[in-house]
């Protein structure tokens, strides 16, 4: 009953809304490249997401953004306030971060444009989705004055697609040891139940290889996912130039943030992303090696990790 409610609430919200939604699409001006992260599932594109964010102006789809994902842009500018004041405290819950003014992923937002197939390039993406898309991002800067960062690794083998909508859009790839990678994705998927472990139900992002490993134990998924995810955006920044992806190492990340996002500003700020300074990062993050499976996942995980090697 309360999810019928919430529902009708915020379709009732979508309707009042819409007329403002059509201006705002119509009026922003886009300034500077977007920015995307990508990367594995479990690898640490949320933390950086927040450190960005933390640390730097950009305009974001929050979590406001992504509950009325059908008015993202008038629901920005009601929470304009509370999306600029935003602090968070370096928590998330698989990805999630608590509060209106927080960055989300937007993947109720994105599903409006890319919720039929896999979309890895443009072939068959409309030019009405692609200005419909440049729009909305650019709305979203006008209204929170920043350029545009996004956190969703269903991005991370869409590079192409992503080049095609927008020819300037930056990226940055965190990578974690692949070991410590895979098992906090077949902990996440355990807790969360899972694919589908017969079928080719993928666990967040499905990589190129994905049909080699339908059916297989959650271990063998999990390495390949990783490696498959890494391949899939080597094999794209080769056709979109390499000089657009700046890749940062979680556990270095976590020891120094101020030195990895100095490295992203300069990589920014060299292809005509100006960041104007927002906050402080924290000193550092722990960083600790995930703790070993079961003999009997360990094994697995380092057999199908021989085998990629």
Known sequence: MKKLAISTIRAAGHVAMMPVERSLMANGSKASPPVFIIGAPRSGTSLLYELMITRF??????NAAHRFYRTPLTASRLFRGTIREWEGNFTSKYGHIDGWGAPNEGGWIWQRW????DWRDADGFGDASKDQLRRLTAGLET??????????VMHSNRLRLMDAIWPDALFVEVKRDVLDNARSIVRAERVEAGPDKHGDIWWSVRPKLASSYAGKPDTERAI??????ERDIAEDVQAIGSER????DYSE????????????????EARGCTLQDRGTAPDKFPVRPSKPMSDADEASLQDVLSRFR
């Open 253 to 268: 990340m976590c020891a120094a943030p101020e030195a990895a996002l100095s490295r992203i500003r300069d990589f920014a």
């Open 57 to 62: 102006r950009f305009a974001y789809m929050s």
């Open 114 to 117: 890319l919720a039929d197939g």
């Open 143 to 152: 209204i929170l004055g920043g350029p545009f960062l996004n956190k969703n």
């Open 224 to 229: 390949a996912q990783v490696i498959g995810v």
């Open 245 to 248: 992806l700046l890749s940062v």
